[in-house]
Structures are given as structure tokens and as C-alpha cells.
């Protein structure tokens, strides 16, 4: 198997590679952005910020975190534009076969 760049793989391969990690998105492009369940709020998410809190290691697939805007309780989904799609499309960081409301917290 030869070695493809992380922009010439085809996006089902990125929406299926629930294990990466954050120093790896940072490391292919990925771009990540946060929408809350709730308002509706979308807000950029910076990798190198959630690496400093949350290590390398993390993963955002399946992964919820609290909303950022004031007074709002809901939960926010991870979503991404994987490297080599479309500018501005997001597509949900989901794992497959996810109990409604199974996520596990990030913070
Ligand atoms: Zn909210």
C-alpha cells in the first residue's frame, strides 16, 4: 500500500477515522469548528488550544463539550472540514451506532 497525502484521501476516509487525533487534524489541516445542539451557536475550535488543555491524545469524534455562550446549557458536536474537502462544508464528528445521547464530555 503506497502512501496517499492526507488531501487526496476521499472524504469517507476522513469521516470514518474515528480514532485520529487532535496533533494529528492539526498536523493534515483539518479545520474544526463547534455547533451547539441547543442555540445553535457555531464557534471555531483552535487544536493547538485544545491540545495545551487536553494533550495530544485526545479525540473529537463522538466527543461533545458545554456550550460557550452565556446563559446556555446545551451541549456543543465537534465539526470538521477534513483536509482536501470543500472549504466552509462541516460534517459532524460522529462514531457510528452512537446511543442518542451516549457522547462522552470533553469538558
Ligand atoms: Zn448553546
Known sequence: MSFKKPSARPLQHHL????????????????????????????WVCLSTVIRLNGP???????????????????MIFMATPPGAQHGQFWPLLRPQEPKDGSTPLS
Open 16 to 43: 470514518s477515522s474515528y480514532f485520529i487525533t487532535v496533533s494529528a487534524m492539526r498536523r493534515d489541516g483539518w479545520v474544526v469548528m463547534a455547533r451547539c445542539r441547543a442555540c445553535h451557536l457555531d464557534a
Open 57 to 75: 491524545d485526545v479525540q473529537l469524534f463522538g466527543r461533545t463539550t458545554r456550550c460557550r455562550r452565556y446563559g446556555c446549557q446545551g451541549r
